[in-house]
């Protein structure tokens, strides 16, 4: 399922604004983390989940010098961790890797995308899917129905694309409109072409040792590729998720825990998170509330991983408002030894997972290794 982040409420907040009691905070501050970035990456691959486009030259690339310890750091700022290169990085490996399989076997990986109804934000978020489809030489497929659609219409094209040959991956649109049963369209999209990586089956062996989920949620993994890419380990550190969505928190949490991390998650009904997230090597913020996570929350030379993508009024911005994460960046900066930007940090990572996804299901189909 792919979604597109909820409808842009402007709200007067300033960065680093004096936060009031965290209680106080979290309670309203909570909600569902509705920024539905579905997609997915790639195979993961035992006993850690390892990027399936990433070659071991690449990781060899990092010099000893770039890697990141999240330990103790006197530096002032932290060292930013560009999601846009790495994702251009990425895009580029799979971009030559399809172009391997279409000499190989004549194989051109394919993904299809329905959108129902007209919402501007998910026609714009499909247009960017198809785009970044048509750059590295993947196949996009869409179909557009109206809104007034019935579910057995929607439900017909995806058992098309469910038997399509051409097609590898297959990603609704969210949301949908408020008439049709969302889990029965999601859950009508065959497991073998579930690119998002949310089916049950794919969730269930994300959390059990010793299975192997067909693919893994995309904003996650991006995650977990962006602490892998620039080399910051994993393995024995405290780590804690704040927020347990079923599309970024949870799968986040079992992502970290594959990787050997001891995990903590904190929600709305934690007590005292501030003292929960102090004691983090890792924070990886998933909430959907702007500079939530303060400072003052983080420990010395943590590295923070920052998902939210939120908007604040901003009368200096032609557009009148800014994008913002959850983690108030001009504090956690001066404390975190590697923070990444918003925009710039996950975001750019959700397709590029997306694409990875939609290979790895097209070499999977057609037994190309």
């Given amino acids: 399922m792919a979604s597109s982040p909820v409808t842009m409420m402007k709200m007067k907040v300033n960065d680093c604004s004096p936060p009031s009691t965290a209680a106080a905070r979290l309670l309203p501050l909570f909600r569902r983390y509705q920024i539905h970035l579905r997609s997915s990456v790639g195979p993961l691959q035992s006993p850690c989940f390892r990027r399936t486009i990433i070659t071991r030259a690449t990781r060899s690339s990092f010099s000893s010098s770039s890697v990141i310890t999240a330990s103790m750091t006197t530096e002032a700022s932290a060292k930013v961790i560009d999601g846009k290169k790495i994702a251009k ?32 934000d998910s026609a714009t978020y499909v247009r960017n899917k198809k785009k970044a489809c048509e750059a590295v030489g993947i196949k996009s497929y869409e179909v557009c129905l109206p809104e007034d659609s019935t579910e057995e219409e929607v439900l017909k094209y995806i058992s098309g694309f469910n038997d399509d040959p051409m097609v590898h991956g297959i990603l609704v649109q969210l949301p949908l409109p408020s008439h049709m049963n969302e889990q029965n369209i999601l859950n009508a999209v065959c497991i073998e072409k579930d690119v998002d990586g949310f089916h049950p089956l794919n969730i269930g062996r994300l959390a ?10 995309c904003t996650p993994k991006g995650c977990i590729e962006l ?11 405290r780590a804690v998720v704040v927020g347990r969505s079923n599309i970024v928190g949870t799968p986040a949490a079992l992502l970290l825990q594959r990787e050997d991390a001891t995990v903590s998650i904190v929600h709305s009904r934690t007590k005292n998170p501030e003292e929960i997230t102090r004691q983090a090597d890792i924070i990886i913020s998933a909430v959907g509330q702007p500079n939530m996570v303060r400072g ?13 993508i939120n908007p604040v009024e901003d009368a200096t911005n032609p557009r009148g408002y800014r994008l913002v994460g959850d983690v108030c960046y001009e504090e956690a900066s001066k404390v975190a030894s590697a923070i990444t930007p918003v925009p710039g940090g996950v975001g750019p990572m959700t397709i590029a997972m997306l694409l990875s996804n939609t290979l790895l299901s097209a070499k999977r189909i057609h037994n190309f290794n």
Avoid at 227 to 237: A, D, F, M, P, T
Avoid at 296 to 308: F, R
């Fill in 208 to 217: 059990m040792r010793g299975r192997e989920p067909l693919f893994v949620p």
């Fill in 227 to 237: 602490l892998h890419r620039y080399n910051v380990e994993i393995k024995g550190k």
């Fill in 296 to 308: 003052s929350w983080i420990k010395p030379g943590a590295v923070i991983i920052d998902v939210g």
């Fill in 89 to 120: 990085d990425v895009r580029d490996e799979i971009t030559a890797e399809i172009s391997r399989m279409k000499d190989s076997i004549g194989v051109v990986p394919g993904l299809a995308v329905v959108l129902v109804g007209d919402r501007k």
